[in-house]
């Protein structure tokens, strides 16, 4: 009978998890160059969709763009994601 995973390794699971889709979100966003959509609850009136600026938005710091940190978050996941397989293997 195979044993579940001990909760270190799925918490780890969850965290990469996380990272890998606020990564991919942010190289998204910053491939296609499109900031938020209009919605009827995000903003007040269609002109304040209209005065949409990139710099309104910023996630992280300017000095690092957001495709590299989308990046940097994809790389961390697969950290985690190996870690998490390592401490599975490990406990069994």
């Known amino acids: 009978m195979k044993r579940q995973a001990p909760r270190s390794a ?14 991919a979100l942010l190289w998204l966003r910053s ?6 959509r209009y919605s009827g609850l995000l903003y007040l009136s269609s002109s304040d969709a209209d005065s949409y600026s990139p710099s309104a938005w910023r996630v992280w710091s300017p000095v690092v763009p957001e495709e590299r940190l989308g990046l940097y978050l994809l790389a961390a ?14 406990r069994d």
């Open 10 to 23: 799925t918490a780890l699971y969850a965290i990469a998890a996380t990272c890998a889709a606020i990564g």
């Open 31 to 36: 491939r296609t160059g499109e900031g938020p």
């Open 77 to 90: 996941a697969l950290v985690l994601a190996l870690v998490a397989r390592l401490v599975a293997v490990w």
